[in-house]
């Protein structure tokens, strides 16, 4: 089993619509919670990032962490063309800066 | 704004050849990583490097990988020789510190290796 497990499938959605991704994980070691994103031909880039369970809200971004159930979740709200790219869910523990990637999910917005 | 810096960004080599990359972090960047990421996956740590010291190569295919960050600045990761399935993404990543509770990673825009 996987550290870190993302359903790689991409994902249409109309523009307006909510996007909703997750991941779940394994290692109870985890702490630090973070979602990246990658366009085309580029680096990941953070996007989220959280530390303790709950919901952080970063404009249309709303990520949430529940260690209890070791899932942890992106919505993207009023969805644009321009948030078409592959969103990576990405974790680390204490005292180490190593991060565990998941698979990344490909999202398409149509205008 | 300041940006980590890779090159090449494309790379063709036949298999059993010597292939290098370079990587020049964010200026004051005390931690360097190198990731690999095939097509379809997650990005997977193959070395980090605080200063010029190795912190953790555990997932590095010391066979055939080389990494070394000389001064504490710069970087090259070498294959040799390149095999078939060394065909990914080599990201290169760096930190300000090694403190992983404010200590955002900024990844270079990735060298694509293509093996034949």
């Known amino acids: 089993q996987k550290e870190v497990e993302q359903d790689p499938g991409p994902l249409s959605v109309p523009e307006g619509a909510i996007v909703s991704l997750n991941c779940t994980y394994s290692?109870?070691?985890?702490?630090?919670f973070m979602w990246y994103r990658q366009y085309s031909r580029k680096g990941p880039e953070l996007l989220m990032y959280?530390?303790?369970?709950g919901n952080k809200e970063d404009g249309r971004f709303t990520a949430q962490v529940d260690k209890s159930s070791k899932y942890i979740s992106l919505f993207i709200r009023d969805s644009q063309p321009s948030d078409s790219a592959t969103y990576l869910c990405?974790?680390?523990?204490?005292?180490?800066?190593?991060?565990?990637f998941g698979k990344g999910n490909q999202v398409v917005v149509i205008p | 704004e300041a940006e980590v810096a890779q090159s090449p960004r494309y790379k063709i080599t036949e298999k059993s050849q010597a292939v290098a990359f370079w990587c020049d972090p964010i200026?004051?960047?005390?931690?360097l990583y190198w990731y690999r990421q095939i097509l379809g996956q997650g990005p997977e740590l193959l070395v980090q490097?605080?200063?010029?010291?190795?912190?953790?190569d555990s997932q590095l295919p010391k066979d055939r990988f080389s990494a070394e960050r000389l001064k504490g600045v710069d970087s090259t990761l070498k294959i040799q020789p390149a095999e078939l399935g060394d065909s990914a993404m080599y990201l290169c990543?760096?930190?300000?510190?090694?403190?992983?509770?404010?200590?955002?990673?900024?990844f270079g825009p990735g060298t694509r290796l293509t093996v034949l």
């Open positions: 990543a760096s930190s300000l510190k090694r403190d992983p509770v404010e200590d955002e990673q900024f």
């Open positions: 290692n109870s070691a985890f702490q630090y």
């Open positions: 959280t530390y303790s369970s």
């Open positions: 990405a974790m680390s523990g204490w005292g180490n800066n190593r991060l565990a």
């Open positions: 200026s004051g960047h005390a931690t």
């Open positions: 490097f605080q200063d010029e010291s190795v912190v953790d």
